[in-house]
């Protein structure tokens, strides 16, 4: 490499100390809150109902592990299937609003607008619409995780510099060639964004969606635990919950970090310095 | 010698509360082929304007411009393009980037891979094909993107301040290369820049343009022996041009003298 390439690695002042890997400050930091909880616990002499220590809900865990993991199984699904129509709607749509004029007048302020309504209102509407079953789960998680993602992919759509379409038009660029080659690689790194807010939303929408009505789903074993005073079972549900919904983000970001590798938020995250 | 570029009456208005604003006003301008014209004049007095306006790429108020027998009325794709921040798209390499030119205008890559490894070899940047843009330096990302406008070998290059952002010894360094291509190619070429020396250094006629609205104030020929080296600029004929040049500035209000500032109070 010559003087004038940027250098891709830096060494601070500290590269000589043992360096703390990045992940692991998320768990020194779960640490630090599991140790308070069980303290505290002890020190108040809070009953297991109202907060169970932590060993208890890890027992709970393990005791209902069969029961947990198959209703998560089956709540996943409904996250999937609601952030896959969220992906494909969200993006259809988006592309469909910032290509026609008429519809970024007629559409898009309906879709903005329509998020104003609570959808944990219209929620128990979709049981009446379509019964119990996991269709109204999938349509709620959808409702909810689809919003952030059109918005995203307009602005990722929308926000691309005119030097590079004077650029384009002076190759002689065919709209489609604007598109796919311009457009919509400089909108990934928004949309990538976008998914990110999508997938957590999801994960809401499907237990919304158990909440109102449901005889499957981690949801459902939260309300049954909840009625039943199962406190221990109802934090082994959300824990199970919360780790489902984490991988789920980090396997978003793990695709981000190799789809968009050039974009400076990647750049920043590999820790290079420009 | 052929005519490359006519320009003709060639007008920009922006419409403002007060009525229409002449970012460009009735500028004729004919260029021949293989000629290096630079279009010299400060900031805001519609140059680039001029130059987005022969690329089809900026509609024009009045006037017409032909390019060779084509009159350009949409984007005119026969040429290449320098911009003044060098535009490549982060999510291709360097070799992608210049090879972008061959694909959207759907042309056989194969002959002209050759060509750009050929290109980024004269530019100095052989063995950066396969990085990024963000791993290259200011200097580094502009050569690509002379790159990429000279792959498909267009007859006419226009230049839209394409040293302006980088630092003097690079943009000095670049001012020699792209002689050095111009001599090799001899493209017409139209470059636009606000810089005197520069203009001087490169052109084969600088057109100063007066400021708002942007016409053309004075066409001067510069006799100057090719090639030129850096060296030219420190020559007594390089000196009275840029003296000429600057003369106009002054008279037009663009520089000031010192000491003339006086009537600025506070």
């Not at chain 2, 063995?127 to 498909?152: F, T």
């Not at chain 2, 111009?182 to 139209?190: E, I, N, Q, R």
Request: glycine share 8%.
């Amino acid at each position: 490499m010559t003087a004038e390439a940027v250098s891709s690695t830096t060494k601070g002042p500290d590269a000589t100390r043992v360096r703390v890997p990045d992940w692991m400050y998320p768990i020194l930091a779960l640490v630090v809150v599991i140790a308070i909880w069980d303290i505290g616990v002890r020190v108040f002499d809070v009953k297991a109902f109202i907060l169970p220590p932590p060993w208890k809900m890890m027992t709970a865990l393990f005791k209902n592990w069969t029961s947990l993991s198959l209703a998560m199984l089956y709540t996943l699904m409904e996250i999937m299937a609601g952030f896959a129509m969220s992906v494909i709607v969200g993006v259809g749509l988006a592309i469909a609003i910032v290509s026609a004029r008429i519809l970024e007048k007629t559409v898009f302020p309906l879709i903005v607008g329509s998020q104003v309504i609570p959808k944990v209102a219209i929620a128990p509407l979709f049981v009446i619409w379509f019964g119990f079953g996991i269709t109204p789960k999938i349509l709620i998680a959808f409702l909810i995780s689809f919003f952030p993602i059109i918005i995203s992919t307009v602005i990722g759509l929308r926000s691309i510099d005119l030097l590079k379409l004077h650029l384009a038009r002076s190759m002689g660029a065919s709209p489609a060639q604007v598109f796919f080659r311009f457009r919509l690689p400089n909108a990934m790194p928004a949309i990538f964004g976008g998914l990110k807010l999508s997938i957590t939303a999801a994960v809401i929408g499907a237990i919304v969606g158990e909440f109102i009505g449901s005889d499957k789903g981690i949801g459902r074993i939260l309300l049954i635990a909840n009625g039943n005073l199962d406190t221990d079972v109802l934090f082994a549900g959300i824990l199970i919950l919360s780790i489902v919904g984490v991988v789920l983000f980090l396997i978003i970001d793990v695709i981000e970090r190799i789809v968009i590798r050039w974009h400076v938020s990647q750049r920043l995250k590999h820790g290079v310095v420009l | 010698m052929t005519l490359a570029v006519r320009i003709d009456k060639v007008t920009k208005t922006y419409a403002s509360a007060t009525g229409g604003i002449f970012a460009v006003e009735e500028v004729s301008l004919d260029i021949e082929e293989g000629e290096f014209v630079a279009l010299l004049g400060p900031s805001g007095c519609g140059k680039s304007t001029l130059l987005m306006m022969m690329a089809g790429l900026v509609t024009k108020s009045g006037g017409t411009i032909q390019i060779g027998t084509t009159k350009v009325e949409g984007p005119y794709t026969n040429l290449g393009i320098v911009f003044q921040e060098a535009n490549l798209l982060d999510w291709r390499t360097v070799m992608k980037n210049v090879m972008l030119q061959i694909e959207i205008r759907g042309l056989d890559p194969t002959p002209y891979r050759q060509r750009a490894n050929e290109l980024l070899r004269m530019v100095g940047l052989e063995g950066y094909e396969n990085r990024h843009p963000y791993e290259l330096s200011g200097g580094m990302q502009q050569r690509v993107s002379i790159c990429r406008a000279l792959l498909h070998d267009p007859p006419l290059l226009l230049m839209d301040e394409p040293f302006g952002a980088l630092d003097a010894l690079t943009r000095d360094q670049l001012n020699l290369d792209i002689q050095d291509i111009w001599m090799a190619s001899k493209k017409t070429v139209l470059f636009v820049t606000h810089s005197i020396s520069e203009a001087v250094l490169l052109a084969d006629r600088v057109i100063v343009m007066t400021p708002r609205p942007g016409k053309i104030g004075a066409v001067i020929p510069i006799d100057l022996p090719r090639p030129r080296q850096l060296g030219t600029r420190e020559t007594p004929a390089f000196g009275a041009y840029a003296k000429r040049i600057r003369g106009m500035f002054e008279e037009w209000g663009v520089l000031r003298q010192h000491g003339e500032t006086g009537e600025v109070k506070p």
